[in-house]
Nanobody, 116 residues
Framework: QVQLVESGGGLVQPGGSLRLSCAASGDFFSIFTMGWYRQAPGKQRELVATITGGGRTNYADSVKGRFTISRDNAKNTVYLQMNSLKPEDTAVYYC??????????WGQGTQVTVSS
């Protein structure tokens, strides 16, 4: 069983930065593909970024050049560095771990609000 706990959300002004963290419990973190997703009020959950166990990354077009996903396998943690934040980035951000036959896991979410 894997548990994911996000942290680092909050209120930030447009143009500001935040770094989200997702700490994973359990074994085999290094082989999981980890991802960040977000869900704004009244909208469907959408992909933000993913990173494979080997470090290959993928980003939504809306965040390319502004957000960076990374992972520290020694700490069982995945990060999302968010720069140049916009009001439309406001959402609940969720961490997801995809382990194939080992299962799929979600965190509880962390709120990010971009507002002046």
């Amino acid at each position: 069983q894997v548990q994911l706990v996000e942290s680092g959300g909050g209120l930030v002004q447009p143009g500001g930065s935040l770094r989200l963290s997702c700490a994973a419990s359990g074994d085999f973190f290094s082989i999981f593909t980890m991802g960040w997703y977000r869900q704004a009020p009244g909208k469907q959950r959408e992909l933000v970024a993913t990173i494979t166990g080997g470090g290959r990354t993928n980003y939504a077009d809306s965040v390319k050049g502004r957000f960076t996903i990374s992972r520290d396998n020694a700490k069982n943690t995945v990060y999302l560095q968010m720069n140049s934040l916009k009001p439309e980035d406001t959402a609940v951000y969720y961490c997801k771990g995809e382990g194939g036959a080992l299962g799929r896991y979600w965190g509880q979410g962390t709120q990010v609000t971009v507002s002046s």
